[in-house]
């Protein structure tokens, strides 16, 4: 008899034994033991017989009748039984791997004596299968963490002396290896093991959907960790790319999009598994769609969700209730019942310490909270002894002790940031009730220690998001700055805490644009080979990011979005890469310093005398502004009342809408000069400037400061108010730093280009025909109304001037995906999106966007509105006018041509473009006058003043043309 032809029929009859042990271990009390997550005790063999009775029956009648086949196959195969006590171990491996989530404890014991059975035999597959499941069943199980990594070494280290290096099981033992390096901070090492298993697994004939997805999750998961959102999401994607309803995946694209403040599409991720999953990732996306409500403020959302996620972990083993307390707690906290969230905080922090007591950052981030709400409830002592224990569960380092890489020990940093904050917090309520100025100072150094190590870890990072990230999570941190500066200045008058609330206003301001203008200067350094390369990476991406937009807008097919995903995740990849190269290459191009106080108030002495600025912060509880005028700084505390937020609101709303009725205008004055009382009265007392700077921040970035109202009128109308417009020339900036951006090396000839086309179709502006000779006729330049976007790409650096016509459109959801819409060509490509221009580099001094909607967009903490008239200043743009709603031709066709010829007659941007808004509220019919009309463009940036050649070169060339002649026509005699 040929024993390898019956080398299946014994697989089958091992595979079956295999069924029949699996289902005698779980018969009787072997596998009895603690729970390691909940800590009570597991269920008893009655309970957990019902789990296998729908299977009971046919295990036993197949198991029997194979025994019966068994015995004879026994003498038959007496020169096979090695091979036959390997297919027998190999099943029962794999039957152990089934008790592994139940019963960790108890598949560790049966995995260490497989492995010694495995090693015997030489059987490399079972070998590799029982150290895999030690590994996975050691994660799960109350086994030290320590031990446990040694396990996942060991497989790595001891699998390939029995296998390939190429073989899925060694793969498998890379995969687990690198979560515990993820754990251990060693984050470019699991990064390296995951892409080294992907390989191994990509290179198989029949290659595992599944796990090719999930590994590629898992490098999304890693770069979560780092916070590099943008490539952690183009993991996930390339994830759900392959695997369409991955549900780890949309798990960490929501959470990925929620930390870039993208709340819709973060539950919009959550909420495609939460009808289409397990109940463990159902739960989650319950916990991560209830985040997104309470994050917008909607309790009663968040309460429903969160709800039910408690009624699905009422129907068996809970799953993460201390996230469910800690969001209860987060609701209670919004709405200011301290005390309930201080008992669901309390709660939280005990679950955690229960389950989660290896994530240390988690421990540190409950008892910030419980002592947030201490504060709250005015118990001080409780509050400051909560901070002390969540800085002790950040310096134990996950309870080891061990030295980390230094990027992980800056990530880990900064989790101390929110500490510091909500720690100055209780010093200012306790200053505010005790008056103890040293502990209030105290407050002041906990600032400068958490701005230092924010600083730090934003030099880690180089794409805009994670900034925009980080800007956003030190909000608190400012607002308390600010806070303990107004009142240490109120009680003392020592100047020196106004100019450190100067600067604290202006650190705010400045984020990724006065980064990006300290790299931009460091750029130029680099050799031009490197500069060309870095170009073409980034348009490529540009490029890249908008036909993978374009197909998601156009529900192009499955096989182009997914096509469109790829490339732009290998470009990325290639992208990151080469940043790498050139920051280990050229150190100096990543170092960005922080702006200082002398460097600051340098810049400030440049102003006009005659310009005074004034800065607004608009925080969670308080508002402050601060005004510099002629040297002398001013400090004024805001109190965010329900009621302020609502009256600048209507304000808002009414300056949106066209409405001529006579209770309609008198309701706009009442708002008007109340937003001017509540806004600008203080900061202008006393001063009669020429000109002002707004730097504005939250809701004030939507509002045109011009429209407000000196004083209240019993008018009927709008013609004839006094508006700020008709008062004071007022110009916007994102910082007092960023009024002047870096001069380019090359600046084009200060010509104006008009890009003004008329259309076709249901796109015409049919009065687009006459602007470009309209405006030609003040300033000179060349007509671009034909230019396609490729022409604007080729021609637009050439001019000092551009003019765009066109039609635009905002995206407060998604701001990359504005855009300016060129006439229809050849190409598909016609419109210029912002994530476009966020990778150009414009030398342009002076664009006006005569098009709709263009500065509008989502409002970020620090930044303002995320547009496309701020993308086109990230540009390098030093003056931009924009439009914050939809423009009217009657306006622009007469502001804008008066605008050029101010300019070209000497006036500065801002005096020019205010003059041109005046002269046109002199003309204004009563219906024109509206504010909708003519307050509706912003001035952003630098004071620009047109450079005009000079004329000397000409009078001297023409003087020795004339010389030349003199002696050519009357020769010497």
């Given at each position: 008899?040929?024993?390898t032809?019956?080398?299946?029929?014994?697989?089958?009859?091992?595979?079956?034994?295999?069924n029949l042990?699996?289902?005698?271990?779980?018969?009787?009390?072997?596998?009895?033991?603690?729970?390691?997550k909940?800590?009570?005790?597991t269920?008893?063999m009655?309970?957990?017989?019902?789990?296998?009775?729908s299977?009971?029956y046919?295990?036993?009648?197949k198991?029997?009748?194979?025994?019966a086949v068994?015995?004879?196959?026994?003498?038959?195969?007496?020169?096979?039984?090695?091979n036959?006590?390997?297919?027998t171990?190999?099943?029962?491996?794999?039957?152990?791997?089934?008790?592994?989530?139940?019963y960790p404890?108890s598949?560790?014991g049966?995995?260490?004596?497989?492995?010694?059975?495995?090693k015997?035999?030489?059987?490399?597959?079972?070998?590799?299968?029982?150290?895999n499941?030690?590994?996975?069943?050691?994660?799960r199980?109350?086994?030290?963490?320590?031990?446990?990594?040694?396990?996942s070494?060991?497989?790595?280290?001891?699998?390939p002396?029995?296998?390939?290096?190429?073989?899925?099981?060694?793969?498998?033992?890379?995969?687990?290896?690198?979560?515990?390096l993820?754990?251990?901070?060693?984050?470019?090492?699991?990064?390296r093991?995951l892409?080294?298993?992907?390989?191994?697994?990509?290179?198989?004939?029949?290659?595992?959907?599944y796990?090719i997805?999930?590994?590629?999750?898992?490098i999304?998961?890693?770069?979560?960790s780092?916070?590099?959102?943008?490539?952690?999401?183009?993991y996930?994607q390339?994830?759900?790319?392959?695997?369409?309803?991955?549900?780890?995946?949309f798990?960490?694209?929501?959470?990925?999009?929620?930390?870039?403040?993208n709340?819709?599409?973060?539950r919009?991720?959550?909420?495609k598994?939460?009808?289409?999953s397990?109940?463990?990732?159902?739960?989650?996306?319950?916990?991560?769609?209830a985040?997104?409500?309470?994050?917008?403020?909607?309790?009663?959302?968040?309460?429903h969700y969160?709800?039910?996620?408690?009624?699905?972990?009422?129907e068996?083993?809970?799953?993460k209730?201390?996230?469910v307390?800690?969001?209860?707690?987060d609701?209670?906290?919004?709405?200011?019942?301290?005390?309930?969230?201080?008992?669901?905080?309390?709660?939280?922090?005990?679950?955690?310490?229960?389950?989660?007591?290896?994530?240390?950052?988690?421990?540190a981030?409950?008892?910030?909270?419980?002592?947030?709400?201490?504060?709250?409830?005015?118990?001080?002592?409780?509050?400051?002894?909560?901070?002390?224990?969540?800085?002790?569960?950040?310096?134990?380092?996950?309870?080891?002790?061990?030295?980390?890489?230094?990027?992980?020990?800056?990530?880990?940093?900064?989790?101390?940031?929110?500490?510091?904050s909500?720690?100055?917090?209780?010093?200012?309520?306790?200053?505010?009730?005790?008056?103890?100025?040293?502990?209030?100072?105290?407050?002041?150094?906990?600032?400068?220690l958490?701005y230092g190590?924010?600083?730090?870890?934003?030099e880690?990072?180089?794409?805009e998001?994670?900034k925009?990230?980080?800007?956003?999570?030190?909000?608190?941190?400012?607002?308390?700055?600010?806070?303990?500066?107004y009142?240490?200045?109120?009680?003392?008058q020592?100047?020196?805490?106004?100019?450190?609330?100067?600067?604290?206003?202006?650190?705010?301001?400045?984020?990724?644009?006065?980064?990006?203008?300290?790299?931009?200067?460091?750029?130029?350094?680099?050799?031009?080979?490197?500069?060309?390369?870095?170009?073409?990476?980034?348009?490529?991406i540009?490029?890249?990011g908008?036909k993978?937009?374009?197909?998601?807008r156009?529900?192009?097919?499955?096989t182009e979005?997914?096509?469109?995903?790829?490339?732009?995740?290998s470009?990325?990849e290639a992208?990151?890469?080469?940043r790498?190269?050139?920051?280990?290459?050229?150190?100096?191009?990543?170092?960005?310093?922080?702006?200082d106080?002398?460097?600051?108030?340098?810049?400030?002495?440049d102003?006009?005398r005659?310009t005074?600025?004034?800065?607004?912060?608009?925080g969670?509880?308080?508002?402050?502004?601060?005004?510099?005028?002629q040297?002398k700084?001013?400090?004024?505390?805001?109190?965010?009342?329900?009621?302020v937020?609502?009256q600048?609101?209507?304000?808002?709303?009414?300056?949106?809408?066209?409405?001529?009725?006579?209770?309609?205008?008198?309701?706009f004055?009442?708002l008007?000069?109340q937003g001017?009382?509540?806004?600008?009265s203080k900061p202008?007392?006393?001063?009669?400037p020429?000109?002002?700077?707004?730097?504005?921040?939250?809701?004030?970035?939507?509002?045109?400061?011009?429209?407000?109202?000196?004083e209240k009128?019993?008018?009927?109308?709008?013609?004839?108010?006094?508006y700020?417009?008709?008062?004071i020339?007022?110009?916007?900036?994102?910082?007092?730093?960023?009024?002047?951006?870096?001069?380019?090396k090359?600046?084009?000839e200060?010509?104006?280009?008009?890009?003004?086309?008329?259309?076709t179709?249901?796109l015409?502006?049919p009065?687009?025909?006459?602007?470009?000779?309209?405006?030609l006729?003040?300033?000179?330049?060349?007509?671009f109304?034909?230019?396609?976007?490729a022409?604007?790409?080729t021609?637009?650096?050439?001019?000092?001037?551009l003019?765009?016509?066109?039609?635009g459109q905002?995206?407060?959801?998604n701001?990359?995906?504005?855009?300016?819409?060129?006439?229809?060509?050849?190409?598909?490509?016609?419109?210029?999106?912002s994530?476009?221009?966020?990778n150009?580099?414009?030398?342009n001094?002076l664009?006006?966007?005569?098009?709709?909607?263009?500065?509008?967009?989502?409002?970020?903490?620090?930044?303002?509105l995320?547009?496309?008239?701020?993308?086109?200043r990230?540009?390098?743009?030093?003056?931009?006018?924009?439009?914050?709603w939809?423009?009217?031709?009657?306006?622009?066709?007469?502001?804008?041509?008066?605008?050029?010829?101010?300019?070209?007659?000497?006036a500065?941007?801002?005096?020019?473009?205010?003059q041109?808004?005046?002269?046109?509220?002199?003309?204004?019919?009563?219906?024109?006058?509206?504010?909708y009309?003519?307050?509706?463009?912003?001035?952003?940036?630098?004071?620009y003043e047109?450079?005009?050649?000079p004329?000397?070169?000409?009078?001297?060339?023409?003087g020795l043309?004339l010389?030349?002649?003199?002696?050519?026509?009357?020769p010497?005699?």
């Open positions: 008899m040929d024993y032809d019956l080398h299946g029929l014994k697989q089958k009859i091992c595979g079956n034994l295999g042990w699996f289902f005698l271990l779980a018969s009787t009390n072997t596998l009895d033991e603690p729970n390691h909940t800590g009570s005790l269920k008893t009655e309970n957990r017989r019902s789990d296998f009775e299977r009971t046919k295990t036993w009648i198991g029997s009748v194979w025994l068994l015995i004879p196959l026994m003498f038959s195969s007496l020169y096979a039984q090695d036959l006590a390997i297919d171990l190999l099943q029962k491996t794999r039957a152990s791997v089934k008790l592994i989530r139940h404890d598949a560790m049966f995995f260490k004596e497989y492995i010694g059975e495995a015997a035999l030489e059987a490399g597959k079972c070998y590799a299968l029982a150290y499941g030690l590994v996975r069943a050691a994660f199980s109350k086994v030290p963490f320590d031990q446990a990594n040694v396990y070494k060991e497989a790595v280290d001891s699998i002396l029995l296998l390939s290096q190429n073989s899925f099981y060694y793969a498998d033992a890379l995969q687990n290896r690198s979560s515990f993820k754990r251990l901070g060693q984050q470019d090492l699991a990064k093991y892409e080294r298993s992907l390989a191994i697994n990509l290179a198989d004939k029949k290659p595992s959907t796990v997805t999930a590994i590629y999750s898992a999304g998961g890693i770069y979560q780092e916070a590099d959102w943008l490539m952690a999401i183009s996930y390339k994830a759900l790319s392959i695997t369409p309803n991955f549900a780890t995946a798990s960490g694209l929501g959470w990925a999009q929620a930390q870039l403040g709340i819709v599409e973060s919009d991720a959550y909420r598994i939460w009808n289409h397990s109940k463990r990732y159902h739960i989650n996306a319950g916990l991560g769609i985040q997104s409500f309470v994050d917008e403020g909607k309790i009663d959302s968040a309460k969160l709800t039910l996620v408690e009624q699905a972990n009422s068996g083993r809970r799953y209730p201390q996230r307390q800690e969001l209860w707690g609701i209670f906290s919004v709405i200011g019942e301290a005390a309930k969230a201080l008992h669901a905080y309390q709660q939280a922090q005990i679950l955690r310490k229960e389950i989660d007591s290896k994530y240390f950052q988690d421990l981030r409950g008892e910030r909270q419980i002592g947030q709400q201490y504060a709250r409830m005015a118990e001080f002592d409780s509050a400051h002894q909560h901070f002390t224990y969540a800085f002790g569960h950040l310096s134990s380092k996950a309870g080891k002790g061990k030295e980390l890489p230094d990027r992980q020990e800056i990530l880990f940093q900064a989790d101390a940031i929110p500490i510091l909500a720690k100055t917090f209780a010093y200012l309520d306790e200053f505010t009730q005790h008056k103890e100025l040293p502990k209030l100072k105290k407050g002041v150094e906990a600032c400068e958490a190590l924010f600083h730090q870890l934003r880690e990072r180089i794409e998001a994670n925009l990230v980080l800007n956003r999570s030190m909000q608190d941190l400012f607002e308390a700055a600010l806070g303990t500066c009142a240490l200045h109120q009680a003392t020592n100047e020196d805490y106004l100019r450190q609330a100067l600067l604290w206003m202006e650190r705010y301001q400045t984020g990724i644009l006065y980064t990006e203008r300290q790299r931009s200067q460091k750029w130029q350094e680099l050799p031009d080979s490197l500069q060309i390369k870095d170009e073409n990476f980034r348009i490529e540009g490029i890249l908008q993978e937009a374009l197909l998601k156009e529900q192009g097919s499955d979005v997914q096509a469109a995903i790829e490339a732009l995740f470009a990325r992208y990151v890469a080469f790498k190269q050139l920051a280990e290459e050229w150190p100096a191009f990543g170092a960005v310093e922080a702006i106080e002398k460097e600051l108030l340098h810049q400030l002495r102003l006009p005659q005074a600025s004034i800065a607004y912060f608009w969670k509880n308080q508002g402050y502004s601060l005004r510099y005028f040297g700084i001013e400090f004024y505390q805001i109190a965010l009342t329900p009621l937020s609502q600048l609101n209507d304000l808002l709303a009414l300056l949106q809408t066209v409405d001529y009725a006579e209770e309609t205008v008198s309701r004055i009442r008007a000069a001017y009382q509540q806004w600008l202008l007392a006393g001063i009669s020429a000109q002002l700077i707004i730097i504005p921040d939250g809701k004030l970035a939507s509002l045109p400061f011009e429209a407000l109202l000196s009128t019993d008018a009927t109308t709008f013609r004839g108010l006094p700020l417009a008709t008062q020339d007022v110009r916007y900036a994102h910082a007092l730093s960023l009024l002047q951006l870096p001069t380019a090359h600046a084009p200060p010509e104006l280009a008009v890009f003004a086309p008329a259309y179709g249901n015409t502006i009065q687009n025909k006459n602007v470009p000779a309209t405006l006729t003040e300033a000179p330049g060349k007509d109304s034909d230019a396609t976007k022409h604007f790409n021609y637009a650096e050439q001019y000092g001037m003019h765009l016509a066109l039609h905002s995206d407060t959801a701001p990359s995906l504005a855009y300016l819409q060129f006439p229809l060509s050849d190409s598909a490509d016609t419109r210029l999106y994530h476009e221009l966020y150009m580099q414009l030398l001094s664009i006006s966007l005569a098009a709709c909607e263009v500065g509008d967009g989502k409002l970020e903490a620090g930044e303002g995320m547009s496309l008239s701020r993308a086109f990230y540009a390098g743009a030093a003056t931009v006018l924009s439009s914050r939809k423009a009217d031709a009657r306006v622009t066709d007469r502001i804008f041509p008066a605008f050029y010829r101010y300019l070209q007659d000497g500065y941007s801002g005096k020019a473009f205010g041109a808004r005046r002269d046109f509220l002199a003309q204004a019919t009563p219906s024109l006058a509206h504010p009309f003519w307050a509706n463009f912003a001035h952003w940036g630098a004071d047109l450079q005009k050649r004329f000397w070169p000409y009078i001297l060339i023409s043309i010389f030349l002649l003199f002696f050519i026509f009357f010497k005699k």
